[in-house]
């Protein structure tokens, strides 16, 4: 099967591109970028787009079999408009041109345990990544909704920036308590691969979900 990726270059980017390549029954990995990441490999095909708005000259290469959306970005690394232009807009254009290409698609979108359907909350990310899922739900129901928490690496070592470091003890200690607080990032990875290319009841999966995918949904 071909499996189009955005975020390859991100923490679960990468994980995800792992696992997709390691997989025999991919047959090719589209990976929608900014800029090369330079990574060679026989199943991948990088393209770099100018705009993710405009898909005129790599349509061609976009009929597939399924998308997974783990392209995002911190909502405190940009603006308010920018944020929502490459959480709400990105994602929900490239949903509906995938679709158009191929209505049998399967599109997961990496949305966050803030999210708000109903854009209520502090938070911005909620209350947009709630407001896009919302928007791509309505698409169709191959489009599928992952609710993570935090992402912890599956190394005990990996090295991370000083707040997701921090996180990452805080939420060991809150896991004793209750599994809805993080997922490994190999975990949440599967998961997203499986669904892609097989599907699921439920539309929409929070993080428990997530953790027992194995056991409850597939």
Same mark, same amino acid.
């Given at each position: ?68 959306? %783990? ?36 599109? %997961? ?110």
């Amino acid at each position: 099967m071909k499996v189009i990726l955005t975020g390859a270059t991100g923490f679960l980017g990468q994980e995800v591109l792992k696992q997709l390549l390691a997989d025999a029954t991919v047959t090719e990995v589209v990976s929608l970028v900014r800029r090369s990441a330079g990574f060679n490999h026989p199943k991948l095909k990088e393209l770099v787009l100018k705009d993710f708005l405009n898909y005129s000259d790599v349509a061609r290469h976009l009929k597939a079999d399924a998308c997974i959306w %783990c392209l995002g970005v911190p909502q405190s690394a940009v603006s308010e408009t920018e944020y929502i232009k490459i959480t709400y807009d990105y994602a929900l254009y490239a949903a509906k041109e995938l679709l158009d290409l191929n209505p049998q698609l399967r599109f %997961c979108f990496v949305s966050g345990a803030s999210a708000s359907q109903e854009e209520k909350g502090i938070s911005l990310q909620g209350r947009i990544k709630g407001r896009t899922e919302k928007a791509l739900a309505l698409l169709g129901n191959t489009v599928y909704l992952f609710r993570p928490a935090f992402i912890k690496p599956s190394e005990p070592h990996y090295k991370r920036p000083l707040i997701p470091t921090i996180a990452r003890y805080i939420t060991n200690i809150l896991d004793l308590f209750s599994e809805k607080f993080s997922i490994d990032v190999a975990t949440l990875a599967n998961c997203l691969i499986c669904i892609a290319k097989n599907g699921t009841d439920k539309q929409l999966l929070n993080n428990i979900d997530i953790r027992h995918y194995q056991d409850k949904f597939h």
